[in-house]
């Protein structure tokens, strides 16, 4: 419920792993949720703290007046990065994912490092995970991975102008680059060799962005 995520200016200032985070908030705070729909946190206290996320468990009180508990992974966001060649081909990434027990045929991706940006964040993974720099950036839209249960932010990104670079791997990545057409990349959806929500999102999304660049006017900008 990313509704029911607490805003940093609703809350006091405090490190992120500072014990008296942890402890249930007194005041009751007000929140907006999507489309100004209001919630009510009740109170908040984080009941695990990880290497990437934290679980926070809160107390809502529902537009109808009903208080419910929710158990909340707050993740600090994430970037995806679309790195289209000039030829036609794009760059993936096959790397093992523990939490399904196989390897996935992935965009490059990564966490962001508070307090940098999301773009800087996509310029750092391109170089770590591709060993690619990029001249163009285009945001091309951003979505939440799964608001039920997790405030994880993700902005996809196309790259262009593509140049080798140098970036290190994190400790906990092995991965091989996989150049792949990008039709091909589109039929990899289809068979559900490409399937995490990223990949697919990212990957349609550029085939609708690109259409329109196609269509649009000589001079002129598609929005996109």
Same mark, same amino acid.
């Given at each position: 419920?990313?509704?029911?995520?607490?805003?940093?200016?609703?809350?006091?200032?405090?490190?992120?792993?500072?014990? #008296?985070?942890?402890?249930? +908030?007194?005041?009751?705070?007000?929140? #907006? !949720? /999507?489309? !100004?729909?209001?919630?009510?946190?009740? #109170? #908040?206290? @984080?009941?695990?703290?990880?290497?990437?996320?934290?679980?926070?468990?809160?107390?809502?009180?529902?537009?109808?007046?009903?208080?419910?508990?929710?158990?909340?992974?707050?993740?600090?966001?994430?970037?995806?990065?679309?790195?289209?060649?000039?030829?036609?081909?794009?760059?993936?990434?096959?790397?093992?994912?523990?939490?399904?027990?196989? +390897?996935?045929?992935?965009?490059?991706?990564?966490?962001?490092?508070?307090?940098?940006?999301?773009?800087?964040?996509?310029?750092?993974?391109?170089?770590? +995970?591709?060993?690619?720099?990029?001249?163009?950036?285009?945001?091309?839209? @951003?979505?939440?991975?799964?608001? !039920?249960?997790?405030?994880?932010?993700?902005?996809?990104?196309?790259?262009?102008?593509? @140049?080798?670079? /140098?970036?290190?791997? %994190? +400790?906990?990545?092995?991965?091989?680059?996989?150049?792949?057409?990008?039709?091909?990349? /589109?039929?990899?959806?289809?068979?559900?060799?490409?399937?995490?929500?990223?990949?697919?999102?990212?990957?349609?999304?550029?085939?609708?962005?690109?259409?329109?660049?196609?269509?649009?006017?000589?001079?002129?900008? %598609?929005?996109?």
């Amino acid at each position: 419920m990313i509704g029911a995520v607490v805003p940093a200016g609703h809350r006091r200032a405090c490190h992120p792993k500072a014990s #008296s985070c942890n402890k249930y +908030e007194e005041s009751v705070t007000e929140i #907006s !949720g /999507h489309g !100004g729909d209001a919630r009510r946190v009740r #109170s #908040s206290t @984080t009941i695990f703290e990880g290497r990437v996320f934290d679980v926070r468990r809160e107390i809502i009180e529902l537009p109808d007046g009903r208080t419910a508990p929710f158990d909340l992974v707050v993740h600090p966001g994430a970037v995806a990065i679309i790195p289209l060649e000039t030829d036609g081909t794009v760059a993936l990434v096959r790397q093992y994912r523990p939490a399904i027990g196989r +390897e996935m045929l992935e965009l490059p991706a990564g966490t962001i490092k508070p307090p940098e940006p999301p773009d800087v964040c996509a310029r750092r993974e391109l170089a770590e +995970e591709a060993g690619l720099a990029a001249a163009t950036w285009t945001r091309l839209f @951003t979505f939440f991975s799964a608001p !039920g249960i997790c405030t994880e932010k993700l902005d996809v990104y196309l790259a262009e102008g593509l @140049t080798p670079a /140098h970036g290190e791997l %994190d +400790e906990d990545e092995a991965i091989t680059i996989v150049r792949v057409p990008l039709r091909e990349a /589109h039929a990899l959806v289809r068979s559900g060799e490409i399937c995490d929500s990223k990949s697919i999102a990212g990957l349609l999304f550029l085939l609708d962005h690109l259409s329109r660049r196609h269509r649009a006017p000589a001079g002129g900008h %598609d929005g996109g």
